[in-house]
């Protein structure tokens, strides 16, 4: 319910204008982008239906978006949902550490 209201808060609301979200303060204090960066532009972008802008604002949010839709669905139905074992906890802080790194070496 929280992420289809945020969707359509940002599909209404451009993240591009200035004044209508917070900046990141982890970009704010050193310049460099975090994992999250990107991620209102790319959403936003999804609900104008453009998926090459999005993937250019964050990539690793529009891949991952699937995952998290399916294991949402799941939960919905009753059913435990994906990845959801310490491992999958691993993996998952360890891609956004590296999305982070990657990013801004690029």
């Excluded at 975090?34 to 991620?39: D, L, R, V």
């Excluded at 104008?48 to 995952?67: C, E, M, S, Y």
């Excluded at 919905?76 to 801004?104: D, Q």
Aim: proline share 8%; net charge positive.
């Amino acid at each position: 319910m929280l992420f289809a209201a945020l969707t359509a808060l940002v599909a209404f609301r451009d993240p591009e204008a200035p004044g209508h979200y917070p900046s990141c303060p982890f970009r704010s204090a050193t310049g460099l982008l975090c994992p999250g960066c990107g991620t209102l532009r790319a959403l936003r972008d999804l609900t104008q239906g453009d998926v090459a802008a999005a993937l250019a604002h964050n990539a690793l949010f529009v891949t991952a978006l699937p995952l998290a839709l399916f294991s949402w669905l799941r939960a919905v139905r009753g059913r435990p949902p994906v990845l959801t074992s310490v491992w999958a906890g691993v993996t998952a802080v360890a891609v956004l550490l590296l999305w982070g790194v990657l990013r801004n070496c690029v």
